[in-house]
């Protein structure tokens, strides 16, 4: 029978076999076997001879059992009475004694007659050499241990130890893996002959043997090299595909014309471009001038001046005969970015209209809380292009917005949506795709740009603009100093009566099921016993009836009304509330350049991007922010370290670096990769950059070329299979 990677796994394996690796891993076939990697190589060591078992030392005996006894102790530690088994093994001359305690099971797995491995450290028990709780690899039963000789020669001394579960056995695995791969045959190699020549890595079917049953690490190592190289690989061509697409798409060019309203906006700015600004404006300005769609990723910490930047691309777009539309998550944003882009234009927001500037254009807000007469003429000055500039939220997408022509889609904080929801938005500019540009504020190290948000273009500004006022951080030990928190109240009190703002930051809402909890960061063993986040319903009765008596405290959270959201941001942003009590939903965007303190309760129940988000709310003025992270995480714990770190650094790449080594790579990726098989096993997101960085250009090289991978076809059904796979999700997040 010919065996190749479709084959299904019940003609190779027993049916118990096949139905437990289905069950536990999702396998089907052989390939997915096969591509079900060791973790790490469990060093077994060689074969020891029963007649020279060392005290102290560690061995693997290959033996019979003999005799079993089991008798009951009371521990030490109190409880109920335990179980120890003994049991006695030969290898026909000599005896060792092998002792469980608490493994009732071994006696079942170990009867008499069972031949198997046995490994552990040798020790002296009453004159007699024992391993005590031995690891036990059964191989059968019998009277001979010589019939099973032959086949501890393949129980080399690495053995591979498989990611398992309690159904399926690493051993089980390793066996299943063993009856495979000496049935398979040459595994034909997606990788062009080429590149693996160049890359010095093993030929595939080589490197499948070797990951399974090296000889040694370095085998084992080489084996990964190679592995590791392709699912990156892989992925960078699916993505080389995509951007090789989207430049072969046609583009209505936007070039940038000296007298229209971007030129007039440059002219009337307040303030220079930063540097960061000027380049990353450059290369947008020669994307909208190209033939085939922008698809370009622009991100910059808060206050960095994306916006900016963004209204320049816009105009540039209007000047050419072309509409904007901005999709932002939330409607707080969405009204806050009407208010400042209106407010950048000035007059230019008010073409056609009475009194207005005759040249200008229009900026139209719609979202779900639009009143219906503005509503009505928001879509009206959409589908007849008189707004050159339209503002929403997930209202945007619905199918009576019409553009008379969309040449921008800008969407903002892009990764709270999904390709659809880009998709739905760039469909409504007709047949011919409009360019793109997506923003975020979560800095996106190097290797998740490369990989997640992959086929995107990305512009990064890294300064803020000068003369804005740094922010302090101070981490509040209320478990160390509980009088703090008191002097952080007086702060709130100061800083008011310097006529300036500020901010109280709650995990939670207040008044939900405790299931509803938003769950913390930190480790579970450090905030299992606590009581429950904090609430700003709670938090806001206190201060007004106590700390903050007599100022004028509000709050604000997700569950408002948006209308009375927007209010109160508004009359925040106007200097009729001293104090907003709030969750997250001032988090992104929120531009209120007076408020200039922060306290964040329970602030180690945040992410640590997330407090840099949060405190970039403040010193958007140009007196200086103070961020108060308040804690009663003790001195010592990873979460109070994390905070640490958080009031130490201002680079918000840095701590987008600390966000994510703190996470797991599934979390990373957005996939629900617990348990089953997933596209990416040896590859990290997190640490291979150097791996993901050769892939893409390699992948690039090749695309280029060959973009259909006609000349590739066992590369483009890897490529077809990852497209298809569930567990590539993450790779529609861009
Ligand atoms: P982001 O969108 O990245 O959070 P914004 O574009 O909203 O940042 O800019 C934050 C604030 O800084 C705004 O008030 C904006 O007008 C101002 N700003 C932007 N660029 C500059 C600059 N080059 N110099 C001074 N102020 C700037
Ligand atoms: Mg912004």
Redesign the pocket.
Same mark, same amino acid.
């Given at each position: 029978m010919r065996v190749d990677f479709d084959t299904k796994l019940d003609r190779v394996l027993g049916d118990r076999s096949t139905k437990a690796l289905r069950k536990a891993f999702d396998m089907e076939t052989v390939g997915d076997l096969l591509r079900h990697y060791p973790r790490r190589l469990d060093d077994r060591g060689q074969l020891t001879d029963f007649g020279n078992l060392e005290i102290g030392e560690h061995v693997t005996v290959l033996a019979r059992v003999v005799s079993m006894s089991e008798s009951t102790y009371k521990p030490k530690s109190g409880g109920r009475l335990a179980t120890r088994t003994e049991i006695t093994v030969t290898d026909g001359q000599h005896k060792l004694l092998l002792t469980f305690f608490r493994q009732p099971w071994k006696k079942g797995q170990l009867q008499h007659g069972t031949i198997g491995l046995f490994s552990g450290k040798v020790n002296l028990f009453r004159k007699q050499r024992q391993l005590l709780q031995p690891t036990c690899d059964v191989l059968g039963s019998g009277t001979d241990i010589g019939e099973f000789e032959d086949e501890t020669d393949r129980m080399r001394r690495w053995w591979p130890i498989y990611p398992a579960n309690a159904s399926v056995s690493s051993k089980m695995l390793m066996d299943s893996v063993a009856l495979v791969i000496d049935a398979i045959g040459d595994v034909p190699d997606p990788l062009p002959v080429e590149l693996r020549a160049e890359l010095g890595f093993l030929p595939l079917s080589q490197a499948l043997r070797q990951v399974h049953q090296p000889a040694d690490p370095s085998e084992w190592q080489a084996a990964c090299s190679r592995l590791r190289f392709d699912e990156a690989f892989v992925v960078q061509t699916v993505l080389a595909q995509r951007r090789h697409l989207m430049r072969s798409l046609p583009a209505i060019p936007r070039p940038v014309t000296h007298d229209g309203l971007r030129a007039r906006f440059d002219a009337a700015m307040p303030?220079?471009?930063?540097a960061g600004?000027l380049q990353v404006a450059a290369e947008i300005e020669h994307d909208l001038a190209r033939s085939h769609p922008m698809h370009r990723l622009l991100q910059?910490?808060?206050? /960095?001046?994306?916006?900016?930047?963004?209204l320049r691309a816009m105009l540039q777009v209007i000047d050419n005969g072309g509409q904007a539309a901005l999709l932002a998550p939330t409607e707080v944003l969405a009204a806050q970015h009407h208010r /400042?882009i209106v407010a950048?234009l000035g007059s230019m927001a008010e073409g056609g209209m009475l009194g207005g500037d005759l040249d200008g254009t229009r900026v139209v807000l719609l979202t779900g809380s639009t009143p219906t007469p503005r509503r009505r003429q928001a879509l009206l000055d959409a589908a007849s292009g008189a707004a050159g500039i339209v503002l929403g939220t997930h209202a945007l997408l619905e199918d009576v917005v019409q553009f008379a022509e969309l040449g921008l889609v800008v969407v903002d904080e892009q990764h709270r949506f999904g390709v659809e929801q880009r998709a739905a938005l760039t469909a409504k500019a007709g047949l011919t795709p409009p360019h793109v540009l997506v923003?975020t504020?979560t800095p996106i190290p190097r290797t998740v740009a490369m990989t997640v948000f992959g086929d995107l273009d990305v512009s990064t500004?890294r300064e803020l603009?000068?003369?804005?006022a740094p922010i302090q951080s101070n981490v509040v030990p209320v478990a160390e100093r509980p009088d703090w928190l008191a002097r952080a109240w007086q702060r709130v009190r100061e800083e008011v009566a310097k006529g300036h703002q500020a901010y109280v930051v709650c995990p939670r809402i207040g008044g939900e099921p405790e299931s509803a909890m938003q769950d913390s960061p930190a480790d579970e063993s450090e905030t299992a016993a606590r009581r429950p986040p904090l609430a700003v319903a709670d938090v806001a009765a206190d201060l007004v009836g106590g700390a903050l008596a007599g100022l004028r405290v509000f709050m604000v959270h997700g569950r408002l009304p948006s209308e009375e959201k927007d209010d109160l941001m508004r009359r925040f942003a106007a200097g009729d509330i001293d104090v907003l009590v709030a969750t997250t939903v001032i988090e992104v965007?929120v531009?209120v350049?007076n408020a200039t303190l922060m306290v964040v309760m329970d602030a180690e129940r945040f992410g640590v991007s997330q407090l840099h988000q949060l405190r970039?709310r403040i010193g958007?003025g140009s007196a200086p922010g103070l961020c108060l992270l308040v804690t009663e995480s003790p001195d010592g714990t990873p979460s109070r370290a994390r905070l640490d770190k958080v009031a130490a650094t201002s680079d918000g790449f840095d701590l987008a670096q600390i966000d994510l080594e703190s996470r797991r790579e599934g979390d990373v990726l957005g996939a629900n990769q617990s348990g089953r098989r997933s596209s990416l096993q040896l590859l990290s997101v997190l640490r291979d950059e150097e791996v993901i960085a050769q892939a893409r250009r390699l992948a690039e090289a090749v695309v280029s070329t060959d973009p259909l991978l006609d000349s590739h076809p066992l590369l483009a059904d890897e490529v077809e299979r990852l497209s298809h796979s569930e567990q590539a999700s993450y790779l529609e997040k861009s």
């Open positions: 303030f220079t471009l930063t600004q910059g910490e808060v206050g /960095s001046g994306k916006t900016v930047v963004a /400042s950048l923003m504020a500004l603009p000068r003369g804005r965007g531009d350049p970039g958007r």
